[in-house]
């Protein structure tokens, strides 16, 4: 199993490119099912859920090139099959939504329940209830989501989400663009990756307004066609290269960005301390104040509020700020684990309930330590950056689902990070 192996200490400097947003082509490869015809999609991060996400949409007969790096033509002219199966979703929670464009296009769709990070329940009920809403019967057989049209085709109508839910308000906005009649989507999810999905769906005839604000209408249409579509920037990739440049006091140019996915992030940051200057509206200069960090309370909220994607990293850049700063995780539940690890470096970290107080400043120590999940991952990395001594992260696994090339990129800047593989991976731990 791979690992990452950090010497700290060492201020990052230089430029640093985004890649594409992950959580933004997940949906338009799904959404790829929609239509017989080629979608074409440009900046697609090569990470392992985008390798996930396009060897289902092959299990399900789909056609996937990769003409370039990050460039997929996907032709969907003679899906086979119509079941996401268990071995695929398991290790990817958005392979749910391959549910709403199979059942829009062809009346019928099994999904087995999903997987992905192990940051507390996420059920898919939401987007059960919808689909039911849009006149399809659902039910679950053996761990198998089993939903279908009863007449052929899901039939428009309002759909009010009774909790903000990002993939499912992406599944029912695909399933709806098929459906016949209008549909309109209540307490809508507001990310970027939403607005990002529904621009796709636009040029593939789809009839959308108002992705990005909390009510969505989608004007069913009979078919839709090919389309050729440029994914937006990674926010989160975006804000954990900020909270790097911070963390080991250094100096970033961050390119190929968009500061405005993510102004609840940066505002936060300049007010722990972080100089964050818009070069462009594609580049940002970051660097940390000569006076250090300052504790700033953080909540986590659905956008256009702090994103909870973004909470583990914060958790590590407050462990260098000056003062008690207290983060509330309120979208998922278990999604402190990352907390014991830090506290394994020094960290000074105090958990209750849905809380932690975070005392800072601590002098982190390099450790050996295990990532939980994606953005536990980076916060790790983040704390090794800043660290003295070496910092020994397993299961990198998991970084490796949404961040593009990440050693690659951090030893570009000046970071002394390496991959270990096999034996030196295993020497490693001895």
């Known amino acids: 199993m791979d690992k990452f192996l950090i010497k ?3 201020p990052l400097k230089g430029k640093i490119e985004i890649s594409g947003a992950k959580n933004s082509a997940l949906p338009c490869l799904a959404a790829a099912l929609l239509t017989p015809e080629t979608v074409i999609l440009h900046n697609v991060p090569y990470v392992k859920d985008l390798i996930t996400q396009r060897r289902l949409l092959e299990d399900l007969g789909a056609t996937a090139l990769t003409p370039e790096l990050r460039t997929h033509k996907i032709t969907a002219a003679h899906i086979e099959r119509f079941e996401a199966p268990y071995e695929l979703v398991k290790t990817m929670r958005a392979s749910v939504l391959a549910l709403g464009p199979l059942l829009a296009r062809f009346g019928q769709a099994k999904v087995s329940l999903p997987g992905g990070c192990a940051i507390g329940t996420r059920p ?7 689909f039911e809403q849009l006149g399809a019967t659902v039910s679950l057989e053996a761990g198998v989501v089993v939903a279908r049209a009863p007449q052929g085709r899901l039939v ?4 009010g989400f009774e909790k903000v839910t990002v993939t499912g308000t992406e599944n029912v906005m695909m399933a709806a663009s098929l459906a016949s009649g209008r549909t309109t989507i209540h307490n809508a999810a507001q990310e970027p990756e939403i607005e990002d999905l529904a621009d796709l769906l636009n040029k593939m005839g789809a009839r959308i307004k108002g992705a990005g604000t909390a009510t969505i209408e989608i004007e069913g249409v009979e ?3 090919a389309a050729e579509h440029t994914i937006i920037p990674d926010r989160i990739e975006t804000g954990t290269f900020i909270v790097a440049a911070a963390i080991t ?7 190929n960005c968009n500061p405005k996915h993510l102004s609840a992030v940066i505002e936060k940051l300049r007010a722990a301390g972080v100089e964050i200057e818009e070069l462009n509206p594609t580049t940002l200069h970051v660097k940390c104040r000569p006076d250090g960090l300052t504790a700033k309370d953080v909540t986590t909220e659905p956008h256009p509020l702090f994103p909870t994607d973004m909470q583990a990293q914060y958790m590590a850049l ?25 506290i394994r470096m020094g960290a000074k970290i105090e958990i209750a309930g849905n809380t932690a107080h975070v005392h800072g400043k601590t002098r982190l120590s390099g450790a050996p330590v295990l990532a939980s999940d994606l953005r536990a991952s980076a916060s790790l990395v983040l704390a090794g950056l800043a660290a003295d001594g070496e910092t020994l992260i397993d299961r990198v696994y998991h970084i490796d689902r949404g961040y593009e090339n990440i050693v690659k990129k951090l030893e570009k800047v000046g970071a002394d990070i ?3 593989t096999g034996n030196m991976a295993l020497a490693a731990e001895e």
Do not use: P, Y
């Open 318 to 342: 407050m462990t260098q700020a000056e003062g008690v700063s207290t983060i509330t995780e309120t979208i998922f539940e278990n999604r402190f684990m990352h907390a014991s690890e830090l």
């Open 418 to 420: 390496r991959r270990l």
């Open 8 to 10: 700290g200490g060492k």
């Open 249 to 255: 006091g250094g100096e970033l140019e961050i390119k």
């Open 124 to 130: 898919i009920d939401l987007h059960l209830k919808a």
């Open 156 to 159: 428009g109508s309002d759909v």
């Open 223 to 225: 078919a839709l066609g």
